[in-house]
């Protein structure tokens, strides 16, 4: 028969209690240890990262802008008088000279208005003759009655003194002696007085050619102003150059009407040409007047300084002037697409690394340093200086010889730690 013992019962039970205990504790710990771990942290194919090293020395600063070779001589040639155009000789692109030709207009009333000049001027020079001659005649007419007035005073003169001896004498009586000097004076004054109108007659007849000489001068000029108009109804180039475009806006056809002062064609010197670079306006603060620059034609460089700096910005960017130093090479042209450095300063001393892709001058950014070996990267905040086209100041964060990825990490944000693989 079956012997109860119920102490072996409870030893199973107690046995149970123990084991489920010690199996919770274990979790427990299992779970706490595995909570406390570190993320894995993520790859990073090593190949596609762009590393460098910093360093210390001196750095040239530059900034660097694309933009276009333009003339430094552009000339815009208007109409100076309505017309419509009748010929073109010269199309855009040809080489030409100041007296070239470019285009004929024609205007009836400009021909008309030089043909009317003419005639007024010749009309105009008649009458001058006519006016001399009328005043040669008065003239003489007038020097011929003092020439019979000069002549009579002397006779009475001679008369007066004539009669004066005679009275001395008791020849004659002393009335007629009177006489004879009171008609002497009174002829010597009027000899007087008509010099004085001859002076003044002069200084009249003078007058009156030079009013009628001024309005000569008036038909002459505006005589010349018809030829000129006329001759600019040939529209020449004015400056050597190359002829660059034809109308305003839109290109200029035969028959087309123009008004005056309309922009008939644009010719441009393509021997002198300035680089117009655009620099974004973040880095434009520190260009000045009178920096060396370098402009990149893809044919060869060419030494410059800048010459104007765009008050104005626009489209985010900055326009600077460079005047071109060296000679242009082989292909230069006007709106040639170029690449132009500007130098700012040279820093000396100073601790850099290559510019990162999202780092700013004179900010904070965090970078990833490598370390173990260049097995693994961390993120570490770094104060960024002064920046170049390559390259960038490092204000804090970093030391000589560590090496930090300059590439786009964005996509990591979210880490502190990467693995490179």
């Not at 460089?301 to 460079?322: C, E, F, K, S, Y």
């Amino acid at each position: 028969m079956d012997i109860a013992r119920p102490e072996l019962a409870r030893k199973r039970r107690r046995r149970r209690i123990v084991y489920s205990t010690l199996g919770l504790i274990a979790l427990g710990a299992v779970t706490l240890g595995l909570a406390r771990l570190k993320p894995a942290a993520p790859s990073v194919d090593k190949a596609q990262v762009w590393t460098d090293t910093v360093k210390r020395g001196d750095i040239p600063r530059q900034v660097r802008g694309n933009g276009t070779l333009v003339p430094e001589e552009i000339h815009w040639i208007p109409t100076t008088t309505p017309g419509r155009v009748e010929r073109i000789l010269v199309l855009p692109g040809a080489e030409v000279k100041a007296n070239t030709i470019l285009v004929e207009l024609t205007n009836p009333e400009v021909e008309q208005a030089a043909f009317d000049a003419e005639w007024q001027l010749k009309g105009g020079q008649a009458q001058y003759n006519k006016l001399k001659v009328q005043l040669e005649s008065e003239s003489l007419s007038e020097a011929a009655q003092a020439a019979q007035l000069n002549a009579d005073c002397s006779v009475a003169q001679l008369d007066a003194e004539a009669d004066a001896k005679l009275a001395a004498d008791k020849l004659v009586d002393r009335l007629t002696a009177m006489r004879s000097k009171t008609r002497a004076d009174q002829l010597t004054e009027r000899c007087e007085l008509e010099k004085k109108r001859l002076t003044i007659l002069e200084l009249n007849h003078k007058a009156q050619l030079d009013a009628q000489d001024a309005e000569l001068e008036r038909l002459r000029a505006i005589l010349d102003l018809k030829r000129k108009q006329r001759a600019e109804l040939k529209v020449r180039a004015g400056i050597d150059g190359v002829l660059q475009r034809l109308g305003d806006r839109d290109q200029l056809q035969v028959g087309q009407q123009l008004g005056a002062g309309a922009n008939i064609a644009r010719v441009a010197d393509p021997t002198k040409l300035k680089a117009e670079v655009k620099v974004v306006e973040t880095q434009a603060k520190d260009i000045a007047i009178g920096q060396k620059a370098v402009i990149d034609t893809r044919n060869g460089l060419i030494p410059g300084h800048v010459t104007r700096i765009d008050p104005a910005v626009q489209n985010g960017t900055v326009t600077v002037d460079v005047a071109l130093d060296g000679e242009l090479p082989k292909g230069a042209r006007p709106d040639l697409s170029v690449e132009g450095t500007i130098e700012l300063e040279l820093l000396q001393n100073v601790l850099y690394v290559g510019r990162p892709v999202h780092g700013q001058s004179e900010s904070p950014v965090g970078l990833f340093k490598l370390v173990a070996g260049g097995r693994e990267a961390i993120r570490v905040p770094v104060k960024l200086g002064r920046s170049s086209v390559n390259t960038i100041e490092i204000l804090q964060g970093l030391n000589i010889g560590d090496t930090v990825i300059l590439s786009d990490m964005s996509q990591w944000d979210a880490h502190d730690r990467v693995r490179l693989n």
